[in-house]
C-alpha cells in the first residue's frame, strides 16, 4: 500500500491584539509647521500693513486702473506679445532646425543669428529697427541684378510692426535654443528605432521627438514668455504707447499721484503674467501626463 504525499495546510490567520494596536502615523515634522506659522503671520503683516498705509492712495488707485488710455495701452501690449510670441516661435524653430542640421552652412548661419541676437541689448535692436529705413529705404524680392518681383517701403512701417520686428527677432534667438534643448533632451535610442522602423525625417519629428520635448519645451518657453511681456514695455523706445507708456504719460500729467500710477502699471502686469502662468500650468500638465511627479 503506497503512501500518499499530503501538502501542510496554510496557517490561519490569528487575531494578534498588539498588532492590531499599532497604527502607522505620518512622521511629524514640526520645523515645517513652524515655518508655515511665521511666513503666514509676516505675510499677514505685509497685506494689513498695504492695505492700511494711506500713502498708497488706494481711492486713485481705483480711479486710474481702469483709466481709458490705460486700457488702451493694456490692448497694445497685448497685441506686441501676442504677434511677437507667434512670429517668434515660428522662426525659433526653423533657426532651432537649422542649428540641429547635418548641413554645415544651416548650422553656421542657425548658430550667427542667435549669437547675434542674443548678443545685441533690447533697447539696441529696437533703435536700429526704428532707423531700418534709413539705410534700406526699399527691400525687394527678385534676381540679383535684375528684375524685383515684390518691394515694400520700410519708411511706412508703423511703430506697431516695427516693435514686433524687434521683438520676434530677439524672441526667435531664445525661442531656438529652448527648442533645440528640447529636442536634444529626448532619449537618442528611440530616433534611432524609429530610423530602423523606416519612419521619414518628419514623422520622427512630429510623432516621437516632439511629444516628448515638449514636456521640457514648454516650462522653459512659458517663462520666456513672461519675459516677453516685460521686454514689451521698452517699445516705447519707437514711439509706441503701450502700458508702460501709457504710465510714463500719464504720470507726468499727473505728478501728484506717482504713487498710485505706478501701482495701477505694475498691477496690469501682474495681472496679464498670472493668466499667462495659469494658462502655462494647463498646458504643462497636459503634455506631462503620465510622466507627473510629486515634489518633495
Keep these: 500500500m503506497s503512501e500518499t504525499a499530503t501538502l501542510p495546510s496554510p496557517p ?3 487575531f494578534d491584539p498588539i498588532l492590531a494596536q499599532r497604527r502607522v502615523t505620518p512622521r511629524l515634522r514640526p520645523w515645517r509647521w513652524a515655518v508655515s506659522a511665521a511666513v503666514l503671520v509676516v505675510l499677514a503683516q505685509f ?4 492695505f492700511t498705509n494711506e500713502h498708497y492712495e488706494w481711492p486713485k488707485f481705483w480711479s486710474f486702473f481702469t483709466r481709458e488710455s ?3 495701452g493694456v490692448v497694445v501690449t497685448l497685441q506686441v506679445v501676442g504677434l511677437s510670441a507667434v512670429f517668434g516661435l515660428l522662426l525659433g524653430v526653423v533657426v532651432a532646425l537649422g542649428r540641429l542640421s547635418s548641413n554645415p552652412l544651416l548650422g ?10 542674443r548678443a545685441l541689448p533690447l533697447p539696441l535692436l529696437l533703435i536700429i529697427t526704428f532707423n531700418f529705413s534709413y539705410f534700406y529705404p526699399r527691400l525687394g524680392v527678385g534676381i540679383p541684378w535684375g528684375p524685383v518681383f515684390a518691394e515694400v517701403q520700410t519708411s511706412s512701417l508703423t511703430p506697431l510692426a516695427i516693435g514686433v520686428i524687434a ?12 527648442i533645440r534643448g528640447g529636442i536634444l533632451s529626448v532619449e537618442h535610442g528611440q530616433i534611432e528605432a524609429a530610423t530602423a522602423l523606416g519612419l521619414s525625417k518628419a514623422r520622427q519629428l512630429r510623432r516621437i521627438v516632439l511629444p516628448q520635448a515638449l514636456r521640457s519645451i514648454v516650462p522653459a518657453y512659458g517663462n520666456q514668455l513672461i519675459g516677453l511681456i ?11 504707447l503701450d502700458l508702460f507708456g501709457a504710465v510714463f504719460v500719464l504720470e507726468s500729467r499727473h505728478p501728484e499721484s506717482l504713487v498710485p500710477i505706478l501701482i495701477v502699471g ?3 502686469y501682474l495681472v496679464m503674467t498670472a493668466a499667462l502662468s495659469v494658462v502655462q500650468h494647463y498646458v504643462e500638465r497636459y503634455f506631462a501626463r503620465g510622466t507627473a511627479r510629486r515634489g518633495f
Design 167 to 178: 521683438l520676434s527677432l530677439n524672441e526667435a534667438a531664445y525661442a531656438a535654443e529652448v
Design 12 to 14: 490561519k490567520d490569528r
Design 47 to 50: 497685506v494689513v500693513g498695504v
Design 266 to 268: 505694475a498691477a496690469w
Design 108 to 117: 553656421g548661419l542657425a548658430w550667427a543669428y542667435v549669437w547675434f541676437f
Design 70 to 72: 490705460i486700457l488702451d
Design 230 to 240: 516685460k521686454a514689451s514695455s521698452l517699445v516705447y523706445y519707437v514711439s509706441l
